[in-house]
T-cell receptor
Framework: DVKVTQSSRYLVKRTGEKVFLECVQD?????MFWYRQDPGLGLRLIYF???????EKGDIPEGYSVSREKKERFSLILESASTNQTSMYLC??????????????FGPGTRLTVT | AQSVTQPDIHITVSEGASLELRCNYS??????LFWYVQSPGQGLQLLLK??????LVQGIKGFEAEFKRSQSSFNLRKPSVHWSDAAEYFC????????????FGAGTRLFVKA
């Protein structure tokens, strides 16, 4: 069974802290994504990666960075957490389009609260 | 610009009644279309997808969706709703343009009443 895991289900951090969210997939997928989910706004793409050490900005990259040192792991970093980054964060992975139907597989999410 | 619109923020149906969730998309090329479901506190799970071929696609949990190119729609249907179907549903579009990105709608929350 395919699996995407996220390091924490719930996280509470203080304003100004550096925050790391970890995501691991066991499907050997090339693509990995970080989204944030807010009520009424659906999923908004923060960053994605199509290969190790490769990354592309999504729609809302400000205040975030990412790291992909290994194919199975994709980390989201909040350099200096702010209260407006309180949200649900979802990680996903997918294979390359054309090689297989490239639906995305999602982790359970991390609900981050910044106080 | 690519976009997905789910006109209904929330819908309430009675258990056993039929369901239709609406989705309209804007996409410059042949779209890849998806419906995902998110149960409370969970990540998203794929219900069904359309890439080509038969415009009526079957998914898991008894759901189906119909692609109508002329209306730019991909509505999700289920003939008889169960209480366990209460969740949030997301329509999404992707394709060969825009790279690997998939655009998600804002979601429709389904409430099921006994």
């Amino acid at each position: 069974d395919v699996k995407v895991t996220q390091s924490s289900r719930y996280l509470v951090k203080r304003t100004g802290e550096k925050v790391f969210l970890e995501c691991v997939q066991d499907m050997d997928h090339e693509n990995m994504f970080w989204y944030r989910q807010d009520p009424g706004l659906g999923l908004r793409l923060i960053y994605f990666s199509y290969d190790v050490k490769m990354k592309e900005k999504g729609d809302i990259p400000e205040g975030y960075s990412v790291s992909r040192e290994k194919k199975e792991r994709f980390s989201l970093i909040l350099e200096s957490a702010s209260t407006n980054q309180t949200s649900m964060y979802l990680c996903a992975s997918s294979p390359i389009p054309g090689q297989a139907p490239y639906e995305q597989y999602f982790g359970p999410g991390t609900r981050l609260t910044v106080t | 610009a690519q976009s997905v619109t789910q006109p209904d923020i929330h819908i309430t149906v009675s258990e056993g009644a039929s369901l239709e969730l609406r989705c309209n998309y804007s996409y410059g090329a042949t779209p890849y279309l998806f419906w995902y479901v998110q149960s409370p506190g969970q990540g998203l799970q794929l219900l069904l997808k359309y890439f080509s071929g038969d415009t009526l696609v079957q998914g898991i949990k008894g759901f189906e969706a119909e692609f109508k190119r002329s209306q730019s729609s991909f509505n999700l249907r289920k003939p008889s709703v169960h209480w366990s179907d209460a969740a949030e549903y997301f329509c999404a579009v992707g394709g060969d343009t825009g790279g690997f990105k998939t655009i998600f709608g804002a979601g429709t929350r389904l409430f099921v009443k006994a």
